[in-house]
């Protein structure tokens, strides 16, 4: 089972991308992303220059996609 931290973190990006069964680039289209910034939001270093920090307005639009799908 796949278990969510609290809030945004690379990690819950990823569980949620498994948990819609979604590529990198479909999310990034449905959030009107760059698969760039998307993958910068999954840099799990969060010191490192790559990493960017999810915006709370395109993390809830994620979870709204994991409540539609019904698999939160």
Do not use: E, H, I
């Given at each position: 089972m796949l278990n969510f931290e609290?809030?945004?973190t690379p990690t819950n990006l990823r569980l949620a991308l498994a948990r819609l069964?979604?590529?990198q680039a479909a999310l990034a289209r449905l959030?009107?992303?760059s698969?760039?910034?998307l993958r910068q939001w999954l840099v799990e270093d969060l010191d490192?220059?790559?990493h960017r920090d999810?915006?709370?307005k395109q993390w809830r639009k994620v979870l709204a996609l994991l409540a539609?799908?019904?698999v939160v």
């Open positions: 609290l809030g945004y069964g979604m590529t959030l009107g992303v698969d760039r910034t490192a220059v790559s999810m915006p709370l539609a799908a019904n």
